[in-house]
Structure formats: C-alpha cells, structure tokens
C-alpha cells in the first residue's frame, strides 16, 4: 500500500543507516569514513541515473529515495551529521507527500482500468488528471522542496550540504542535484498538475495529508530566514560560503536548462538516451554465475570422486569382509574339526570289533 511506501521510504528505511552513522561515529574510522563517503556518493548518481529511465511513479521515487540516502551517507561521512539529519528530516517530509500523491494518481487509473495499483504508468494518457488543485500544488511545492529548491526546507538543507564540501565532493553533489532536478522534472512533464488548473475540484479525498506535508517542506516551516540561519530547533546551519554559491549558481543553470529541453519535448524520449544501469544484473554474471559453476565443480568432486573412492573403500571392505567369513567358516574351521571328525571316524573304526558281538 502507498501509505506503507510513504513510511518506509521517508523514515524506516532511511532513517536507520543514517541515524548508525550520526549517533555512534566512534565506531567508524576515519578510512571507513572515506569508504562510506564514496559509497554514498556512487550509490547517488547510480540510482539518480536509473530513475530517469522509469516509466512507474512508484519506482520512480524508489530510486529517488536510494539517491537521496546515498547523499545523506556521503554527507555523514565526509561533512557533518547535522547537515545530513538535516535533510533526513526534510527529505522525508517531501518524499512522504511524494509517495502519497502518486497513491492518489495510482488509485484512479486502478479504478480506470480494474487492474492491480502499479499498472498505470507515469506515459498513460491523462495520468495527472486526476489532481485536485490542492493536490496539485502540493506535488509542485515537495516537488520543489526534495529538488532544493529556494523558500523550501530543501533548500536550507542542500545548501548546508553544500557549504561544507569542496573539490570532487562539491561536484558530485551537483550532479547528485542535477539528476534530481531532472527526473523530477521528467515526473511532471508526464504528470502536468498545471494543465487545466481551473477546471480541476478544489480539494478530493487524500489531499489533506499531502497538504500538511506540502506546508511542512515550505521554508517558513522551519525558520523566518528562507537561508535557514536562525531556527525554531535551534539546529545549527551553515550556508552561504562558496560551496553553498556554486550550488546555487549551478541549480539556476539547470533550472534554465530545463526549461530549454522542455520546450523540445526532451522528457517525452529521456528514458531512450538513459537506459538504466542495474549492478545486480552484472553481479549476477560475474559473480553469482561464477559461484555457480565453482559450486557445481566442488559439488562434482564431493559426490563422485570423493564420495567415489569412499564408496569404493568401503565396497572392498564389504567384499574383504566376506572373503575373510568364508575361509574362516569353511577353510579354517574345517581344518580346526578335521582332528575331531578323523578321530570320532577312528573310534567308529575300532570300537566295532570290541563290541563282543560276533557279527561285528
């Protein structure tokens, strides 16, 4: 159920890792930081790119999520915990009313088409129809909120990101930006919540809690300064430094770039130049096969060599046991009674005449 998706991807299942990494850091050293920060950073653009290519709402943001969570991991390690509680905290309020939203476009075209929920598909003809107006700003203003984009809470929190990165980390959070800036743009080039805004109901069923989420990621939310620098939490936050600059600076390019490849109806034929690029399929040819065959060759060994010669050494022993029962039943056990049988045959012999009987 969509609920469930809300919970699990705004909070169980992005909460724990990052909560490990902020609470206990005495348990990670400094190399193992190293080596989360880049596992973090490659899991982010490895799944930013794969949900480019998605045509199902719900895996769409399932990917986002993995994004999203490898760029909390990176933050932690390289940065600071604050920054990345910081947008734990954000990114599952947006993602939460995300994941409601697209229940309530998956629940219509479930109605639509008397076929289980994730059918419809984000390319469906008058997929986002079914918005209210209340509904369809809220999508826009999370929407907003998990791009980064400025007076929304993911903006205080990726600019605090950003502020204390540099070099090839400060670049892979722009692209890590960018690759959400762009599949979320792709998800309302299919979605189009401001097509025939007028017409739309004002409010339906299922918008109230994505209209609370929606007023959550607003920046008001969580301090008067849309920077973010004074809170209500009393939360540390540090924006406004050169890295925090070229951040902004490059989301305003790719917000212009955007809107160039809108107007060429690119996102209509995004998922054929971004086909998606899953390690497991690869893992499972070079390693699980792998393990397969090194299985099959060990298990081969075990049941007919091995198991062979034992079958073998036992089979002689078995055959050994057999031949040793006869001689000594029949060749040595004759020999011990020949003694006995020549003398019982010897006294038949003699005892005859001695019988006193004059016959014998």
Request: without cysteine.
């Amino acid at each position: 159920p969509t609920p469930v998706s809300a919970l699990i991807h705004s909070a169980t299942m992005v909460a724990a890792g990052i909560f490990l990494l902020g609470q206990y850091p005495m348990l990670f050293t400094e190399s193992v930081q190293e080596i989360a920060g880049y596992t973090g950073l490659i899991t982010a653009l490895l799944a930013g790119w794969n949900a480019l290519s998605q045509t199902k709402i719900k895996r769409l943001l399932a990917w986002s999520t993995m994004s999203q969570l490898g760029l909390m991991v990176m933050t932690s390690a390289w940065h600071n915990n604050t920054a990345a509680g910081l947008h734990l905290m954000f990114h599952g309020i947006a993602k939460a009313g995300l994941f409601l939203i697209a229940g309530t476009l998956l629940l219509t075209g479930h109605n639509h088409t008397q076929q289980n929920e994730t059918t419809p598909e984000l390319t469906t003809p008058d997929f986002g129809k079914s918005l209210s107006r209340t509904g369809s700003v809220s999508l826009l203003i999370v929407a907003a909120s998990l791009t980064g984009l400025p007076l929304t809470t993911g903006f205080i929190s990726k600019e605090n990101i950003a502020s204390g990165l540099s070099g090839i980390e400060l670049a892979g959070f722009i692209l890590i930006n960018f690759l959400t800036l762009l599949y979320l743009s792709r998800l309302l080039w299919y979605i189009k919540p401001w097509s025939d805004f007028k017409l739309r109901a004002l409010f339906k069923k299922g918008d109230f809690s994505p209209a609370i989420l929606a007023l959550a990621s607003l920046w008001i939310s969580f301090s008067i300064n849309p920077g973010g620098g004074k809170n209500y939490f009393n939360i540390d936050v540090n924006a406004g430094n050169t890295g925090a600059h070229l951040s902004l600076g490059f989301l305003v390019a790719g917000i212009l770039l955007i809107a160039f490849l809108w107007k060429r109806d690119f996102f209509s034929k995004l998922d054929f130049y971004t086909p998606g690029f899953y390690p497991e399929k690869y893992y499972h040819q070079f390693f699980t096969s792998t393990i397969l065959r090194i299985t099959r060759a060990t298990t081969y060994t075990d049941s007919s060599i091995i198991d062979g010669i034992a079958h073998k050494k036992a089979y002689a022993l078995v055959m050994f046991s057999h031949l040793t029962t006869f001689l000594d039943h029949y060749v040595i056990g004759f020999l011990m009674s020949l003694p006995a049988l020549v003398g019982k045959t010897a006294a038949r012999i003699f005892r005859a005449p001695l019988s006193g009987q004059i016959s014998s």
